[in-house]
């Protein structure tokens, strides 16, 4: 299985529009963010809040590992429907190789059609979400 962590980078960081599930649940208000680490997803949602970036931690249980286990393959890359951010996130962690990695889910934000839920941060079309977040991440990181 190739890895993202080929590298040996420091931390990984990926921003994706994975899955709806996590629009179902947070709406066009914020993304979800799940990760290995909870230091480096805590720097990333502070990162986020001082750039008007919401980010609302999910949890990573095992038992969405579980319902991904495949009779083929060495894991299948969906589950069934309860969970599927997480499960969306579970499938890239497999590819992390251990290095600290947190996700962002930006389905929910990445483009907005509607005026709900637009602001001068998150206008009306691509927003652009994560860009500003990871900016300010980078920049202050000691």
């Given amino acids: 299985m190739a890895h993202l962590a080929t590298g040996k ?7 994706a529009t994975l899955t709806g599930a996590a629009t179902v649940a947070l709406g066009p208000y914020a993304a979800a963010i799940m990760g290995t680490d909870q230091d480096l997803v805590g720097r990333v949602v502070g990162a986020g809040a001082r750039v008007g970036e919401r980010l609302v931690p999910f949890p990573l249980y095992e038992e969405y590992r579980h319902a991904m286990r495949s009779d083929v393959a060495d894991i299948k890359n969906s589950g069934s429907r309860p969970g599927g951010a997480q499960k969306g996130a579970i499938f890239i962690r497999e590819f992390t190789a251990g290095v600290p990695w947190a996700h962002l889910d930006i389905a929910p934000v990445a483009y907005l059609d509607k005026d709900e839920g637009t602001s001068a941060l998150q206008p009306r079309g691509a927003s652009g979400f994560g ?4 900016l300010e991440y980078l920049t202050t990181r000691s």
């Fill in 131 to 134: 860009v500003r977040t990871l």
């Fill in 9 to 15: 980078p420091d931390e990984l960081i990926d921003l």
